[in-house]
């Protein structure tokens, strides 16, 4: 069933984090999603038709964006964003760090 969105704030230590936002209402502003993580692999799921921004920080880890791969962070922060992302709505900011660990970010 549908929800509606409320933002999303996750502090993780160990484990995978999937957030899949097929199912949910978005509002016609910015909905954020801030995951801090210690080691684990982060996973998002984005309906085609939402925009995206995502701000990516590792220590150690790789990051899968959309089939565009970065096979090597180390100590680096990555920055993608869609390019009608200012512009079009929904929208959603993902913000994310993690220390030793990957994200994978896909369409469903």
């Not at 900011?93 to 220390?99: A, E, L």
């Amino acid at each position: 069933t549908a929800y509606g969105w409320r933002d999303v704030n996750i502090h993780g230590l160990f484990g995978n984090k999937i957030i899949d936002l097929s199912n949910t209402v978005l509002p016609n502003d910015t909905a954020v999603i801030s995951i801090r993580h210690f080691m684990g692999k982060i996973e998002v799921y984005v309906p085609y038709e939402v925009e995206v921004s995502i701000h990516h920080s590792s220590v150690f880890g790789r990051a899968h964006i959309f089939g565009k791969h970065h096979w090597k962070l180390m100590n680096k922060s990555l920055l993608y964003q869609r390019e009608k992302y200012d512009t079009s709505f929904p929208r959603v900011k993902i913000i994310t760090s993690v220390f030793s660990g990957d994200i994978e970010v896909k369409r469903i």
